[in-house]
Nanobody
């Protein structure tokens, strides 16, 4: 059974930092592209950051220079380091694992991040 379990969300003041973790089980983690998405109330889910199996990374323009995605294949875990947080970063953050051929895609349950003073 495939599981993606996020942790590390919470309430933080503007300008603060959080590190999200997503622990995967039931998949060959190292071959999967891993992504972090977020969904704010009343908005569509958006891609925040992406790391390939070869550790190439891409970011949404809104988080470039503030967020860093990384992975530890030995721990089957992907991380999202979030610095200089803004109120507009408030959302539920979801972990996603994708293997393209054949297409296999899995989602975590989400973790709430709230940026507020």
């Amino acid at each position: 059974q495939v599981q993606l379990v996020e942790s590390g969300g919470g309430l933080v003041q503007p300008g603060g930092s959080l590190r999200l973790s997503c622990a995967a089980s039931g998949i060959s983690f190292s071959i999967y592209a891993m992504k972090w998405y977020r969904q704010a109330p009343g908005k569509q889910r958006e891609l925040v950051a992406h790391i390939t199996s070869g550790e190439s990374t891409n970011y949404a323009d809104s988080v470039k220079g503030r967020f860093t995605i990384s992975r530890d294949n030995a721990k089957n875990t992907v991380y999202l380091q979030m610095n200089s947080l803004k109120p507009e970063d408030t959302a539920v953050y979801y972990c996603n694992a994708l293997w393209a051929l054949p297409r296999r895609e899995y989602w975590g349950q989400g973790t709430q991040v709230t940026v507020s003073s």
